[in-house]
């Protein structure tokens, strides 16, 4: 072993302009991997969070929505039949729309999710300041983290969103009761308002009726115990006509554009490794062609071919690794000084992952050229082969 | 009575190729001491590269059996055999002689590294060796730093740091000028002399075997003859061999014989 160590650290030492640029390119597929699994968590996080972190088990739709939220209206009787089910703790209306916040001084706006909940229900996120919703007609919002940063609102303040009704932008202020974290959704960040109040906000092609329960898109349903959740959504959709109930995961996976938009990222991601390997593969298979002649030699004077190996595997284990820590590290940097209108999330357990693949595919990619290395006869070095 | 350094009976090896049957080294028979130092020549195709391989457990005999300090190579696993190269035999070869990327000394105690050997006693011997050979100044040099008769003189230096039975020499002169190539294979037979080694050594150039106690001229695969480099060198010029060596040295000229020199 030490014999190996020796060889393959010298042989890098001895050329290290040559092992560092291909460091470095490793470096690059791993800031290109890192980039791109990190964009695919930043916007599956913005299509998703919400309703990812969503405090409820089950989610009703109705049944020709095809799981579709925007398509989706729930009544309020649908609502009070789920909400009195056995197993049901509790259930509570849902309405998805969108809006923009007038920003103090600037004539830009916001885009944000305007979403609608009962007050105190299942769908209501909960707090990190101030109060949650106490009213179910109360001008009155909770702001996600993102939307208070860049609006620089606290609680106490007063915002003021526009939206479109009939042919007329409206503009409603609202009092900001409470700050929430991170609960983006249709990868916008979101005002969390009472159902009554988004039904009057919410942009539709005529005035509010301003009904008191108004329909929502869907109901977040809480189960007594969660671990049931397949037979209670059998149990529901048998007990409540024309809805339909998935849990939190099948709705996010089906809201628009989600799972394309993932696995394109995903494939991007796959060929991304691909390359990595067919390029760490392809360095080392060159390297060990030109090499035959002295690996022949080594073999003739009795060098075992398990030396032979480790070197090679340490070579590219100690690149890999090398490049992995430059890419990772340049990654870091480069993601401080990232526009924050791109949705980059770096999340450990996908930028580990991401890294986990890029250090199997070093030695997986260098396999043809440690099988080649094996294979090469002593011979070779009396110009027999 | 101690075995032969070296010892070859009947030794054959045949190829099969688009199926005709070429016997490539056929029935060679010798046996070699310590502190004897061989020339093999003969002309290109004489089976001498061959015969070396399978002298050095790199290539199997098709019939016959070599010994080397009366170890039977052929009773050996190809993981036996490795180990064997390493501890007994010593090579020097025609070219890529050494380790791109380790220094002279590295080359050198590559092979005391390889039998778990690098001990202060081994890693002196290195070097003295490599100053006895004149590269003092050159221990720490690389490969291409070096002429290619520093890089050989490396190459015999390593060849001898596990002290072998046999040391192997696959034209070590092929690639050095006349002045050089004298100075290589002095320096091989002395140390092959000095310190009672068996040495084989490979050439075509005939003016290099004054330094060899005996010289096997091989021909169509089997030994020919063998004569001492005393002996008169023009036996060897029959019409076959005469292509093969240089002119100059058997003291013909290519319009007596009204053929070409390779």
Not at chain 1, 302 to 329: K, R
Not at chain 2, 85 to 112: D, K, W
Request: with cysteine.
């Amino acid at each position: 072993m030490s014999t190996a160590i020796h060889l393959a650290l010298t042989e890098i030492w001895r050329n290290r302009g040559r092992f560092l640029l291909f460091s470095m390119v490793v470096a690059l597929i791993t800031l290109l991997v890192l980039f791109i699994a990190a964009l695919g968590e930043g916007l599956g996080a913005g299509n998703r969070e919400y309703l990812e972190k969503l405090n409820a088990d089950l989610i009703a739709y109705q049944d020709t929505a095809r799981l579709s939220i925007a398509s989706s209206r729930i009544g309020c009787e649908k609502r009070r039949s789920i909400r009195s089910l056995e197993g049901v703790r509790d259930a509570g209306a849902v309405g998805f729309s969108s809006a923009s916040i007038l920003l103090a001084g600037e004539p830009e706006t916001l885009d944000i999710s305007l979403i609608g909940v009962e007050p105190g229900k299942p769908g209501e996120p909960p707090v990190v300041r101030g109060r949650g919703l106490l009213r179910s007609g109360a001008d009155e919002a909770i702001l996600d983290r993102t939307v208070a940063a860049v609006t620089n609102l606290r609680v106490g303040d007063r915002v003021t969103l526009r939206t479109t009704q009939g042919n007329e932008n409206e503009f409603y202020t609202l009092e900001v009761i409470g700050i929430s974290d991170s609960r983006k959704y249709s990868l916008r960040p979101s005002v969390i308002v009472p159902i009554v109040t988004w039904d009057k906000v919410r942009p539709q092609a005529g005035k509010p009726t301003g009904e008191a329960n108004p329909a929502c898109n869907v109901v977040a349903v809480q189960l007594e115990d969660p671990s049931e959740v397949e037979s209670m959504g059998q149990f529901l959709e048998a007990r409540v006509d024309r809805i339909e109930v998935v849990d939190r995961q099948t709705a996010y996976e089906n809201t628009p554009g989600y799972s394309e938009q993932q696995a394109t990222l995903n494939t991007q991601n796959g060929f991304a490794l691909l390359i990595g390997a067919l390029v760490i593969g392809g360095f080392f298979q060159i390297q060990t062609m030109q090499k035959v002649p002295q690996i022949g030699m080594l073999k003739a004077i009795g060098t075992p071919n398990s030396i032979v190996a480790t070197a090679t595997i340490i070579q590219i284990i100690a690149i890999t690794v090398l490049g992995v820590l430059v890419g990772s590290l340049v990654t870091m940097g480069v993601a401080l000084v990232f526009p924050a209108n791109i949705p980059i999330v770096f999340e450990l357990r996908s930028g580990a992952m991401a890294v986990g693949s890029i250090l199997l595919i070093g030695p997986i990619g260098g396999l043809v050229s440690i099988r080649y290395s094996l294979r090469v006869e002593p011979l070779t070095a009396l110009g027999l082969d | 009575m101690a075995a032969a350094a070296l010892e070859t009976k009947s030794v054959t090896k045949t190829y099969s190729t688009g199926g005709s049957t070429v016997k490539a080294v056929d029935g060679v028979s010798f046996s070699l001491q310590r502190g004897e130092f061989v020339a093999l020549v003969g002309p290109s195709g004489s089976g001498k590269t061959t015969l070396l391989a399978m002298l050095a457990a790199l290539l199997n005999p098709t019939s016959g059996a070599i010994a080397i300090d009366g170890q039977d190579l052929g009773t050996m696993s190809e993981k036996q055999k490795a180990r064997f190269r390493r501890r007994r035999i010593g090579f020097t070869f025609q070219a890529n002689n050494l380790v791109s990327y380790l220094t002279a000394l590295q080359n050198v105690e590559l092979l005391l590294r390889l039998n778990n050997e690098r001990d202060a006693a081994g890693r002196e011997r290195a070097r003295e060796l490599l100053v006895l050979l004149g590269l003092e100044e050159h221990l720490h040099k690389l490969p291409r730093q070096l002429s290619g008769g520093q890089q050989q003189r490396v190459a015999i230096a390593r060849s001898l740091i596990n002290q072998p039975t046999l040391v192997l020499a696959d034209e070590p002169t092929a690639s050095l000028d006349t002045e050089r190539a004298f100075q290589v294979v002095e320096t091989l037979a002395a140390l092959v002399h000095e310190q009672n080694r068996a040495g084989i050594m490979v050439t075509h150039d005939l003016r290099l075997v004054d330094y060899a106690d005996r010289v096997i001229h091989m021909l169509d695969g089997h030994v020919d003859r063998i004569i001492s480099p005393k002996d008169d060198l023009s036996c060897l010029a029959d019409p076959d061999t005469c292509r093969m060596v240089p002119m100059d040295v058997l003291g013909f000229e290519e319009a007596q014989t009204g053929e070409s020199v390779s």
